[in-house]
Each structure stands twice: as structure tokens, then as C-alpha cells.
């Protein structure tokens, strides 16, 4: 008698590569992958400070969407789940890379800068915020960035977190405030919510 | 500039900054590229369980040569192929029937008849079908982090159970069924197991884990839970609900299965794993051959392991020698995959992309 479990992972793990099979679904693997890679990168980096990783982070994520897709093609919000796992993922991806991570941050640094001085300043901008981002507290980090990156509103994020509108507003006004003091800034705490 | 001004401009930035980086790349590269990097990193591990296991090979394969009496002379057959239609993504069978997850529903096959008997919806509608046990069907829902027992019978709730921390929405939930009790995996970003108790429907004990569960097998006397990528597998004592043992084993095990004393572990690198869960050894390691891929699915009994391979590919092993029978495509038209399998009723039931239920009829 079989005692067996994984039912959720596994009928996801057994799917074939045959790109062609997903256009039976509501929306192909394809499309969604398309649509949101370049969303899921920039996530990647916000959170771990690396492109390299940001990619793989990226990348993982869709693999493991992709051997799920018969389950969360059928959710409301595949894009949630996908932003789940890269988020938590990236989490033990820090603290596993950390001092890899910094090496590469310097290498990308140097390779997306290129000559041009304004972009070279915006590329220094964005990583000296997103630094003092994953200076906070985890989840605070997570709905921070997903905030300024997606420009959604609180009840998303809490989707893709798996927590209350309201935890995530606390964690959006904690998050700013330090944020604020740390890069010298006025809060200017707006919400979109 | 304000922070709210700044952050936007910084999002903004980020998107175009990772947009520079090129084109998404395509898909079958990208996994492609992380296959490799899965093979080779599993090599490493592989080649050490291979040395290890190679002298507890010999003194097994001489024991079982000895054993051998009848060897099952081939593979099989596919007896039946039952088309149901819909997105077929989960199969568990009891002795009342098959139980087919099929889209937003749970359909029973009468494995006399081969005939769907009953549809039941599910509810929450978003669950999944983890486990059949003890007279009932077990849902998990992922989004609440709940398990729903539900009658067969009747379709009705009968309770709903939260896993501790469930309300932080798992990335999975994984089930099994022994005797006495259904246990619970979960991913919170590295969490444990849950017993559920179901004479009582609720959690009765939970046991932490140091690493992010993958699934898991029960026994009477063990439980067996994978874990995500680290190359361990737990072994638990239903009697104290402790682990008692962290057994080395490929590094990415994606499917276990229990008969006969044994439990088996399917590994990504295409390995099945004979664990002794006396010993809290690997005992065996066999060979999948490079048709399979990756060992997805495992199901066994007394007589046969089967194992799902990527795609459409199932193969048979031989418990007593741990050597592959024989091996095929079972699925039908081409470019159609296993969605997954299970053992029961003297059949293999794998259900297909093309939403078909096989049943496979093994040789004896």
C-alpha cells in the first residue's frame, strides 16, 4: 500500500518541458513569463542587491511556477505567487550570498554603469536605496519593495506577502519612517492603498 | 526630494535598469541552464552516496539472488485509458476507488468498472487533493494554510484544520496518511510537520524541522520527510513524534513512496533510493536509465516500485533485486505528460496532461 505524500509538489515536478502543452491553459506559461520576468528581476535585486542573483532568484521562481502551472494558472493571481517565492526565497539567498552578493553588487555596479554619468548616478541611487531597504526588518523589506516597485496598492502586497491589508500598512509605515531617516529624506508617506 | 518621490523614481529606475540587463531570456534555456547546474552539484553528492551505498549494493543484490524466486518476466500494460477531461493534476486511490483531483473537483473511478462514480466539488474550491486515509478525502489549501476532511459520501466538510503559522500562506502543503494519524507538511520559509489527530481533528503534536519540507511518507513505525534541496531526508518516530535521524541522500529528492518495510526516494538526477529506515541508510541505489529524467513520482507495493519519470515515462523496478524491469511511455499521444501517479487496486493510476486516467496493469 502506497503511504505516500508531495501530492502538491509532485504533480508539479513530473510536468514536461513541451513549452507547447501550457496553451491549453487560461493564460500561457509563456505570456505570464514574458510579462513578468523583467518585474521579478528587478524584485530579485531590490531584495538581495545582486543582478546575477536577481536573475537566478528570478529564474527559480519561474521554474517552480512552471512545474506548478495546472495549480496557480487557476489562481486569481499567478504574479503573487511567483513574487511569494522570489521574496522568500531571496531571504535565505542573503543570508546564504552575503558576502558573494557584495562582490557581485560591485561587478554588475561596474558592468550596467557603462560611461554614461547620469546613468552611472541613477544606478548608484537605486542601489544605495534598495541597500537601506534590505537594512529593514524582513517583511517590512518585502512590502517596501514590492510598493515602489510595482506601485500597488496595500491589499496586493498583502496578497503576495500572505498577510492583512493592515499588517501591511504597519509594516509600509515602519518601513518608510526608517527609511526616511536613514537616507536623509522627508517621509512624505503617501499611500496608494 | 521626499521619500515617496524617491522610492518611485528608484522603482522606475530598477525596472529599466533590469530591462538593460537584455531580452527574457528563453525559457527552455533557462532550464536547461539550472538542470545542469542541478546535475552537477548532485554529481558531487551522487558520487558519494554511489561509493557509500556500493558495498551495502553487493551484500543486498547477493541476498536478493538468493530470494529471487519468479521475477517478473516484463513491464506491462496499459489496460485502460479513461478520458475525463478537465486539468488532471492529482490521483490517490483507497479501497473505494481512485480519487482524481480534476480541476475545481474530486472525481471517483471504480476500479471494477473503470467508470467515474461520483464528483465531488471542493471547497474551498481552491484546495487540493493531498491524501486519501482513513475514510476520507484530505484537502490542503495552501492560501489559508488549511486541511479540510471531507466525507466521500457525501462531499460534506466534516472539519477544517490550520497547521500552526498557516495563516502566513504557505508555498506548500504536502500529506500523508499511516495509521492512527495524517501528517502535515508545510513551507513557511523552513517550518516542520504536523500530526493531526483523526479521531479528534486536530493538530496533536507538530515537530520543527532545520530544513524546508518537501513532501513525506508514513508507516506505522516511520515517517519519512523530504526536504527542499539540501540533501537530507528526515526520519520521524510516530511513537515519540521525533526526529530520530537525518539521512544523507541525493540533493534534491522530489518523491517517496512506502511498501513493505522500505520507503523510496525518487531524486531529480534520475535515482531511485532504497532507504531502510532500521538503519537510516540508503540500502539502494538504482539506476533510472536516461529516458526517465528526473524521478518525479513514486509509488509502490509489495510486488513493484514504480516511478514517474519527466515527461511521459514510467518505469518499473524490481524490490527484491533494486533493478529496473522495464520502462516505457504510457501516456498515449505524444507531447503528453504524467501529472501524477499512484499505486492501488492492482493498478498503476497516472493521470495526463491530456486529461486521461491510465491504468496500467503490471505483469506479475
Given amino acids: ?116 554619468a547620469d546613468q552611472t548616478h541613477q544606478a548608484e541611487e537605486a542601489a544605495d536605496f534598495w541597500r537601506a531597504v534590505r537594512g529593514l526588518p524582513r517583511r517590512q523589506a518585502q512590502a517596501v519593495a514590492l510598493f515602489y516597485l510595482e506601485g500597488w496598492p496595500t491589499a496586493e502586497i498583502a496578497g503576495v506577502l500572505g498577510c492583512s491589508d493592515t499588517t501591511v500598512r504597519a509594516h509600509l509605515h515602519k518601513g518608510r519612517r526608517t527609511l526616511a531617516r536613514r537616507l536623509g529624506a522627508e517621509p512624505g508617506l503617501g499611500g496608494r492603498s | 526630494m521626499n521619500l515617496e518621490s524617491r522610492g518611485r523614481q528608484v522603482g522606475q529606475v530598477t525596472r529599466q535598469l533590469a530591462e538593460a540587463r537584455g531580452p527574457v531570456p528563453p525559457f527552455a534555456l533557462v532550464r536547461r541552464r539550472h538542470r545542469r547546474r542541478a546535475w552537477r552539484q548532485a554529481a558531487l553528492v551522487a558520487a558519494a552516496v554511489v561509493a557509500v551505498a556500493a558495498l551495502v549494493m553487493v551484500q543486498v543484490r547477493q541476498q536478493a539472488s538468493e530470494e529471487v524466486t519468479s521475477r517478473p518476466r516484463s513491464f506491462g500494460r496499459v489496460a485502460t485509458t479513461i478520458h475525463l477531461g478537465g486539468q488532471l493534476s492529482v490521483v490517490r486511490a483507497d479501497a473505494a476507488g481512485v480519487w482524481v483531483q480534476r480541476d475545481r473537483e474530486v472525481v471517483r473511478v471504480d476500479p471494477r468498472t473503470n467508470r467515474v462514480t461520483a464528483r465531488l466539488p471542493m471547497s474551498p474550491s481552491d484546495s487540493e487533493l493531498g491524501a486519501v486515509g482513513d475514510g476520507s478525502l484530505w484537502l490542503t489549501h495552501i492560501a489559508q494554510g488549511t486541511v479540510t476532511r471531507v466525507d466521500p459520501a457525501t462531499g460534506r466538510t466534516v472539519a477544517t484544520i490550520g497547521v500552526p503559522g498557516g495563516d502566513n500562506a504557505p508555498v506548500s502543503m504536502s500529506m500523508a496518511v499511516g495509521p492512527g494519524a495524517v501528517w502535515v507538511d508545510y513551507d513557511l520559509g523552513g517550518t516542520g510537520v504536523v500530526r493531526i489527530d483523526p479521531a479528534t481533528n486536530t493538530v496533536a503534536t507538530a515537530v520543527k524541522l532545520a530544513k524546508t519540507p518537501a513532501g513525506l511518507a508514513a508507516s506505522d513505525r516511520a515517517v519519512m520527510v523530504l526536504t527542499r534541496e539540501s540533501g537530507v531526508v528526515y526520519q520521524i518516530d510516530p511513537a515519540t513524534n521525533r526526529v530520530v535521524a537525518s539521512i544523507p541522500v541525493c540533493r534534491e529528492s522530489k518523491a517517496v513512496a512506502y511498501a513493505a518495510g522500505v520507503f523510496w526516494i525518487g531524486c531529480d538526477e534520475g535515482t531511485l533510493l532504497r532507504i531502510d529506515p532500521v538503519t537510516h541508510r540508503v540500502a539502494a541505489t538504482v539506476e533510472l536509465g536516461p529516458a526517465t529524467g528526473s524521478a518525479g513520482g513514486v509509488g509502490a507495493d509489495d510486488g513493484a516500485v514504480w516511478v514517474a519519470g519527466l515527461g511521459d515515462v514510467l518505469v518499473r523496478v524490481d524490490p527484491r533485486s533494486n533493478t529496473v524491469v522495464g520502462s516505457g511511455s504510457v501516456t498515449g499521444p505524444a507531447g503528453s505528460y504524467i501529472t501524477d501517479m499512484t499505486v492501488g487496486s492492482d493498478a498503476v493510476w497516472l493521470t495526463t496532461s491530456q486529461g486521461t486516467l491510465v491504468r496500467f496493469d503490471p505483469d506479475s
Fill in chain 1, 1 to 116: 500500500m502506497i503511504r505516500s505524500g508531495g501530492g502538491q509538489r509532485r504533480d508539479a515536478s513530473m510536468a514536461d518541458p513541451s513549452d507547447q502543452l501550457v496553451y491549453r491553459l487560461p493564460e500561457s506559461f509563456e505570456s505570464f513569463y514574458e510579462r513578468e520576468y523583467h518585474s521579478l528581476v528587478s524584485l530579485g535585486y531590490a531584495l538581495t542587491g545582486s543582478w546575477p542573483a536577481a536573475e537566478d532568484l528570478a529564474q527559480e521562481a519561474f521554474l517552480a511556477a512552471h512545474q506548478a502551472w495546472p495549480r496557480i494558472s487557476r489562481y486569481e493571481q499567478p504574479g503573487a505567487w511567483v513574487r511569494r517565492v522570489a521574496a522568500n526565497r531571496a531571504v535565505s539567498l542573503r543570508r546564504r550570498q552575503l558576502v558573494e552578493a557584495r562582490g557581485l553588487l560591485r561587478l554588475a555596479g561596474r558592468h550596467l554603469l557603462g560611461t554614461d
